[in-house]
């Protein structure tokens, strides 16, 4: 009950930022857009058809905005950094618990944003969308889409733990951005790329965390296909959270909270 509570709060403190949630809601849209613009004249792809590559780019909208979590400066630089875990250290809570219930309230917002502006759009353009009709797809493909908000929690976390060893993190965390964009499918489907490239992307996180759930509900994997993606954010979200402990465990012994 206690975390009901402070998720309860959560929520409060953060609807009470939700002009700001908006505005970033609506910039994340924009590269999709503008990209799908780009592909407007295309018929048909690398057996992509234009319905298929539009939906595409309104489903990255709406996951993106439901899973891609941005708390990493708040962990390397907030927390660390300027000594604010200090106060998460002397509560009888634990601090992942706590960042994990307040990034639900923000992914919650935005992605209710994410899917009503794709559902307002599939309602005025109907013909220009491509979206599984299976209820046995459909279900896994939620599991799929939680499953993704909670892998890239865990690796944003992890990436915001190198601020107990790093002073200047602000280039690691573009870094990881840029890698997100292009392995994880917000610039095409990743089915475009090099071949080289696309075995890469099969043995990174990045492509669970938006490209598998966008096609998972276009429709475009099978079930036994999304078992299989199923399984692989299991297994990086079991990786990652041991690598978390081990990183949170030697981090604290040399966290020395400056600026508190």
Known sequence: ?????????????VLEDRSRITVWFLLAAVTPLILLLFWRGASHINGWTSA???SYY????AIFAGTMCHHEEKVGITDI???????YLLKPFS????????????????GTLGFVLLGCLVLIFPNIFAFTHAFDIFFVSCLIFISAFMLTF???TVVGLLGFWMTETRGAFEAVSVLIVIFSGVLMPLVFLPSWMQSLTMVLP?????????????????MLQCGQVLLGQLIWMAALYVFYRILWK????????VGQ
């Open 1 to 13: 009950m206690r975390y009901l509570r402070i998720f309860l709060l959560q929520f409060q403190e």
């Open 52 to 54: 298929e590559i539009t």
């Open 58 to 61: 309104l489903f990255a909208i």
């Open 81 to 87: 950094q300027a000594g604010g875990l200090t106060m």
């Open 95 to 110: 601090y992942i618990k706590l960042l994990f219930l307040n990034e639900i309230v923000y992914r919650m917002l935005q």
């Open 154 to 156: 865990i690796f944003k």
């Open 206 to 222: 990045f492509s669970y965390m938006l490209y598998f759930p966008v096609i998972a509900f276009e429709g475009k994997l099978t």
């Open 250 to 257: 030697y981090g604290i012994e040399q966290y020395t909270g």
